[in-house]
């Protein structure tokens, strides 16, 4: 049975996921409560513990999925297939 394609991400599951990239150690537990359990259902995220400084926290960290789905939503916006040169 063939699966659904995943519709892309939008609007605060969206900001939450690039977030969620740019913390490759970890991003706070607490960073947007509303999106991140859509996210996780998605198999975009996963929570995880985080090593700190003498403590163990949990943390959301991206999936290969979560990535993967970024680069696809980036390569379909207009004019990012090409680099802009200066002439």
């Not at 990239?21 to 998605?42: F, K, N």
Request: proline residues 10%; glycine residues 8%; aromatic residues 6%.
């Amino acid at each position: 049975m063939p699966s659904e394609p995943i519709a892309p991400v939008r609007g605060r599951q969206l900001a939450a996921l690039r977030a969620c990239l740019l913390y490759p150690q970890g991003m706070r537990h607490e960073a947007y409560p509303s999106a991140m359990p859509t996210l996780r259902r998605l198999g975009f995220v996963i929570s995880r513990p985080a090593l700190g400084p003498g403590r163990k926290i949990s943390a959301w960290f991206i999936t290969h999925a979560g990535r993967e789905h970024l680069a696809q939503i980036d390569a379909n916006k207009p004019g990012s297939s090409t680099a802009h040169r200066r002439v």
